[in-house]
Nanobody, 125 residues
Framework: VQLQASGGGLVQAGGSLRLSCAAS????????MGWFRQAPGKGREFVAA????????RYADSVKGRFTISRDNAKNTVYLQMNSLKPEDTAVYYC???????????????????WGQGTQVTVSS
């Protein structure tokens, strides 16, 4: 599966953005999906994940209650709705596909593949 993230931009603190990750390939619905982010000078960190059917989700503590991950398998797209944005949310956001169902619960980037090119989110104070 190939992935392309979009929807980033510049927003004031407290604002909202919705990121999209469009997938190509007929097997998109077979994959659990995740969002990660990477701030300047920092490593790539886990943000959120969703199972292949969209029933189960999980989040990093830093975004819990503010971000919502969802997916539309008919459109081969996974979304990340980001509300109450903070300056510390500033980063490049990436979507990725889980390598296998057994890695559900992992926040390790090595357990994800098919990384998209990333989309920049900048939150001003």
């Amino acid at each position: 599966v190939q992935l392309q993230a979009s929807g980033g931009g510049l927003v004031q603190a407290g604002g909202s953005l919705r990121l999209s990750c469009a997938a190509s390939g007929r097997t998109f619905s077979s994959y659990g999906m995740g969002w990660f982010r990477q701030a300047p000078g920092k490593g790539r960190e886990f943000v959120a994940a969703i199972t292949w059917g969209g029933v189960t989700t999980r989040y990093a503590d830093s975004v819990k209650g503010r971000f919502t991950i969802s997916r539309d398998n008919a459109k081969n797209t996974v979304y990340l709705q980001m509300n109450s944005l903070k300056p510390e949310d500033t980063a490049v956001y990436y979507c990725a596909a889980m390598r296998a169902a057994r890695v559900w619960g992992s926040t390790n980037t090595a357990d994800f593949g098919s990384w998209g090119q990333g989309t920049q989110v900048t939150v001003s104070s």
